[in-house]
């Protein structure tokens, strides 16, 4: 490590937490990226007296995921398609402003100042339909499971001088499951945004609604031990995936997130 980011990483570590939240990662360099991450990290283990890295977390809950399908043969297959991964903890610097439900509005738009992430809670009644006994918990914190999926989505940019416009269909979401009494099935789904290539403001989400119910019910069932069919991948093309720009790959949520 050079003499200059042995400095950075000190600055870091004396850094207030609120002030190391809010830098922008995709201003720094990628060795000063990673220190960034790893300060966020540490800081994160500390709250919740473990010595477990984030990486090991994942690795871990990675064996935790296989035990679980080698009890249930029948879903073993779909666990291991790389759309879930087992008990993993999201970075507490990367949850949006609101912990609430973010995007809940009537129609599939965000609308008003634009948020890291959204919990669509609107959509809930059509995945009931899907999937019995399951509630909604819009709650990211205190979950038993969860599952990483891409969703498909149009964005415009909230800078009105900028009005850019784009299209993904790798719309990092993490789902999150809750075990509740009785045979039901809590869940919500933390759905990422995305930011603008030219000005990089955050953008205004239009969510492909069907995709969300039909990843989303699918995740459910699997956790509850259903037959499901394997997915139909036939997604069109859109622009290559912009890690800067994704709100998912900077929280190490994203399927196509590399570790910085």
Known sequence: MSDADKKFREQLAKMDRSVLNSLRIQ?????????????????????????????????????????????????????????????????????SRSSTNAGGGSSRKTENEPECWYLFEDYHDRVSEEVDNVVFIANTESYDRAGRTNLTGRFKCSNQTCGKGWSSNIVATVILGFDRGGGKLGYC?????????????????????DIYIERVARRLKIWRGEFVPDRREGRKDTPPHEEDLCEGCKAGICQRARFY
């Open 27 to 95: 201003d720094y360099p990628q060795t000063q990226r990673r220190l960034i991450n790893d300060e966020r990290v540490r800081r994160k283990e500390d709250e919740s007296n473990t010595s477990v890295t984030a990486l090991a977390t994942l690795l871990g809950t990675l064996a935790v995921q296989t035990n679980e399908t080698t009890r249930n043969n029948s879903v073993r297959q779909h666990q291991s398609n790389g759309s879930g991964i087992g008990n993993f903890r999201l970075p507490s610097a990367y949850h």
């Open 189 to 209: 789904a933390q759905v990422y945004n995305q930011r603008c290539k030219r000005c990089e403001e955050l953008g205004i989400m239009d969510l492909d609604e």
